[in-house]
């Protein structure tokens, strides 16, 4: 009887923008160990792909794995596999893009390990059915997804201990179906049991193979698996059961079984990614649903195969802050594209923006399920600061001068409502009228500095766990899936939800009575038309954008106020400034007593360093503070990324400032994260019918030092 096989493709990752000290730490409890055991075990084969964020790391901090590498694919124990280099979603960026992330990855191992790589990885496992063209285009001849997929299109799992042929208008590749047992088992179970999974597998198809392909910091860096793996020594005595059974078991890589077995046939698969992703992708009533109806189902696993979650594009309409990044990338790759067009730019210039573009494409912050993603401000500000590096080079090239100020009146987000883009060699400005003529991106251009970069506190499906949860950590090593664990007692309490998006220049018109204390929880109950509506465009030009509402009604419809405000972006010192001048007038009523403020968002990241902090009159506060501050001037101040912001509220009364703090889900578990603070300018305002109230609320930006 003809052997079986089993193909291990492992794929290891750090994002770009991670901390060195979180890297270094994986380096260590994962990767280092991990190729250490394969050193000792020869007979121990696999294929493995490392991100190129990781790959360039390594290169620069621990020179000595290359050599380990080398030395491991010419004693054939390891086949490179390649992919996007900055591990983008392929199908989430521009087509031109996908063919260079490819190119770059295969150029990349062919020149440091010698081996030009014929399969691909999928980051996050996400495909969809045109992909094929694309992998085709590029030289790839096998990639991997997840036996969901194949599930969904009507194979039973019995039937995919193979490879199949996908195409897409002729072009053509080959994709292994990855084992959700075998993903499950490995390294989470006693090894026996998955040695038996394996042994049924080969009665069932001899001389077939089975595929897992998952991430390779379940072997080491997810909590509790260290231990599992290295010091209860786990992962070694899995490769010895596995060559205790070379006698009926082969360990193969992909290549070598694509060489020497045909494909199983021709499979056409839907779009999807593993089946948790699938399930984070979901707007959160339909993922309670969705969970709720994979619980019901559990006996019936034929029928679960076709209970379909969302797809990976729904994070992108889940979150407007990943849609913004999202659709701030695609323009920055346009006018990258259109640098290199225009013949202008230096070759060192034009290869800098692009590295930067495929830097910013990295997935992580794209999207959130059970690790931080889009949560983590320090992985969506790496992802900011690439793509601000990009445009500021591509726009230099540009023909116009580069001093210029430019106003730009598009659809920016893609969401059918028109934005204004001012731009300037100092920083860039997004208005968005639609949203109470608010601002969602504010950049620093001489430091690269993402200004307002913040997060919409909203429910999330995984909140009502929050009870389950423990901090005490796990005692036995368990899939990162079905741990429940939290980093600080009592988090409950700081669940609060925004009503609106986290932009800047929010007009707040409140009861007098209101207080601080409201505002910090958000019981401010403020008029709706005025901070959320639509504004309509009366001017904008490169001087100014004026923006006006007429609808507003405060509370019981017994008064009408109109507002409008007037948006200046001028250069100042070696930065900006913006002026925002707010206007509202009492059409009809009798006199009002009211509050009004406008709402900045800032965030500088790390609120408890030392290096951060707001100053007022003098004082310093850390970026966590929480309380009320003197008018009518205030600072915020970032010495690490040489950013200082000052805001200048003449007739204020008093700013009020709290964090901005959300509570997610990430592997180590429920964890409470500063994403900015909110700086609310307050006027008392004594409005008579017929009568104008006008104030300045200015923001200037410099460099800190």
Same mark, same amino acid.
């Given at each position: 009887m003809p052997k079986f096989h089993l193909i291990l493709l492992i794929h290891a990752h750090q994002p770009v923008g991670n901390f060195d000290h979180v890297v270094e730490q994986a380096f260590a409890r994962c990767y280092a160990p991990f190729v250490d055991v394969l050193w000792r075990r020869p007979a121990a084969r696999l294929a493995l792909h490392i991100s190129g964020a990781l790959l360039e790391w390594v290169e620069q901090h621990h020179p000595e794995y290359f050599d380990r590498l080398r030395e491991l694919i010419q004693r054939n124990q390891i086949e490179m596999v390649g992919g996007g280099f900055y591990e983008p979603i392929l199908v989430a960026i521009p087509p031109e893009d996908r063919a260079e992330?490819?190119?770059?990855?295969? +150029?990349? =191992?062919?020149?440091?390990?010698?081996?030009?790589?014929?399969?691909?990885?999928?980051?996050?496992? $996400?495909?969809?059915?045109?992909?094929?063209?694309?992998?085709?285009?590029?030289?790839?001849?096998?990639?991997?997804? +997840?036996?969901?997929?194949? #599930?969904?299109?009507?194979?039973?799992? *019995?039937?995919?201990?193979?490879?199949?042929?996908?195409?897409?208008?002729?072009?053509?590749?080959?994709?292994?179906?990855?084992?959700?047992p075998l993903r499950y088992t490995i390294p989470f179970r006693d090894v026996p049991e998955t040695i038996a999974l394996l042994r049924a597998a080969a009665e069932r198809r001899p001389g077939g193979c089975a595929v897992m392909g998952d991430d390779c910091e379940k072997f080491g860096v997810w909590p509790g698996t260290y231990e599992h793996c290295y010091t209860h020594g786990w992962l070694e005595r899995f490769f010895q059961a596995l060559e205790a059974e070379r006698d009926w078991l082969a360990m193969v890589t992909p290549g070598e079984f694509l060489a020497s077995q045909p494909p199983l046939g021709r499979a056409a698969l839907p779009t999807g990614s593993y089946v948790e992703?699938?399930?984070?992708?979901?707007?959160?009533?339909?993922?309670?649903?969705?969970?709720? #109806?994979?619980?019901?189902? *559990?006996? $019936?696993?034929?029928?679960?195969?076709?209970?379909?979650?969302?797809?990976? &594009?729904? !994070?992108?309409?889940?979150?407007?802050?990943?849609n913004l990044l999202h659709k701030?990338?695609?323009?920055?790759?346009?006018?990258?594209?259109?640098?290199?067009? %225009?013949?202008?730019?230096?070759a060192e210039k034009l290869e800098s923006a692009r590295k930067h573009l495929l830097r910013g494409q990295c997935n992580d912050a794209y999207w959130h399920g059970v690790f931080g993603g889009l949560y983590a401000p320090h992985l969506r500000t790496a992802l900011w600061r690439e793509l601000i590096r990009a445009e500021t080079l591509a726009d230099a090239a540009a023909p116009a001068h580069p001093h210029s100020t430019v106003l730009q009146r598009f659809d920016f987000d893609a969401d059918g409502e028109e934005e204004l883009y001012w731009v300037s060699e100092r920083g860039a400005l997004l208005v968005k009228p639609s949203d109470g003529g608010t601002v969602p991106l504010l950049e620093f251009r001489p430091t690269a500095v993402p200004l307002v970069n913040s997060l919409q506190r909203r429910p999330e499906a995984y909140h009502s766990r929050l009870?389950?949860?423990?901090?005490?950590?796990?005692?036995?090593?368990?899939?990162?899936?079905?741990?429940?664990?939290? /980093?600080?007692?009592?988090?409950?309490?700081?669940?609060?939800? +925004?009503?609106?998006?986290?932009?800047?220049?929010?007009?707040?018109?409140?009861?007098?009575?209101?207080?601080?204390? +409201?505002?910090?929880?958000?019981?401010?109950?403020?008029?709706?038309? =005025?901070?959320?509506?639509?504004?309509?465009? =009366?001017?904008?030009?490169?001087?100014?954008?004026? #923006?006006?509402?007429?609808?507003?009604?405060?509370?019981?419809?017994?008064?009408?106020?109109?507002?409008?405000?007037?948006?200046?972006?001028? &250069?100042?010192?070696?930065?900006?400034?913006?002026?925002? /001048?707010? %206007?509202?007038?009492?059409?009809?009523?009798?006199?009002?007593?009211?509050?009004?403020?406008?709402?900045?968002?800032?965030?500088? =990241?790390?609120?408890?360093?030392?290096d951060r902090y707001f100053e007022s009159r003098g004082t310093r506060h850390p970026l966590r503070w929480s309380g009320v501050l003197p008018a009518p001037e205030l600072r915020a101040v970032d010495e690490w990324q040489n950013v200082a912001v000052t805001v200048r509220a003449e007739t204020a009364e008093q700013f009020w400032v709290a964090p901005i703090e959300t509570v997610s889900e990430s592997e180590e578990? !429920?964890?409470?994260?500063?994403?900015?603070?909110?700086?609310?300018?307050?006027?008392?305002?004594?409005l008579n019918p017929g009568a104008t109230w006008t104030a300045q609320l200015t923001l200037g930006v410099d460099r800190a030092r």
């Open positions: 992330q490819l190119a770059r990855m295969a +150029d990349y =191992l062919e020149r440091h390990f010698g081996c030009r790589p014929t399969g691909a990885w999928l980051t996050e496992r $996400v495909w969809e059915p045109h992909l094929p063209a694309t992998l085709a285009a590029a030289g790839v001849q096998y990639t991997l997804v +997840d036996d969901s997929h194949f #599930l969904a299109s009507g194979f039973s799992r *019995e039937e995919l201990y193979g490879y199949f042929l996908c195409e897409e208008l002729g072009a053509k590749v080959y994709v292994f179906a990855g084992l959700q992703m699938t399930e984070w992708a979901l707007p959160t009533p339909a993922r309670q649903v969705f969970h709720r #109806l994979q619980r019901q189902l *559990e006996a $019936v696993p034929e029928a679960r195969a076709f209970l379909r979650g969302g797809f990976w &594009r729904n !994070f992108l309409t889940k979150y407007d802050e990943a701030k990338m695609l323009y920055v790759s346009g006018r990258v594209r259109q640098m290199a067009a %225009s013949g202008n730019a230096p009870a389950e949860a423990s901090p005490a950590a796990a005692a036995a090593a368990v899939s990162i899936h079905e741990q429940v664990r939290v /980093k600080e007692a009592g988090l409950e309490q700081h669940l609060r939800y +925004d009503r609106w998006a986290r932009h800047s220049f929010r007009l707040l018109v409140f009861a007098p009575e209101k207080s601080f204390a +409201d505002y910090a929880v958000l019981r401010l109950e403020e008029d709706a038309a =005025l901070a959320g509506g639509r504004f309509a465009l =009366l001017r904008a030009d490169r001087e100014a954008i004026v #923006l006006a509402q007429r609808n507003s009604t405060i509370r019981d419809a017994a008064a009408e106020l109109e507002a409008e405000k007037t948006f200046v972006f001028e &250069r100042a010192g070696g930065g900006f400034r913006v002026g925002c /001048k707010t %206007s509202l007038r009492l059409r009809r009523g009798s006199p009002r007593y009211l509050r009004v403020g406008v709402e900045l968002v800032v965030n500088l =990241l790390a609120p408890d360093a030392a578990g !429920f964890e409470r994260i500063y994403q900015g603070s909110q700086i609310l300018a307050v006027w008392p305002l004594e």
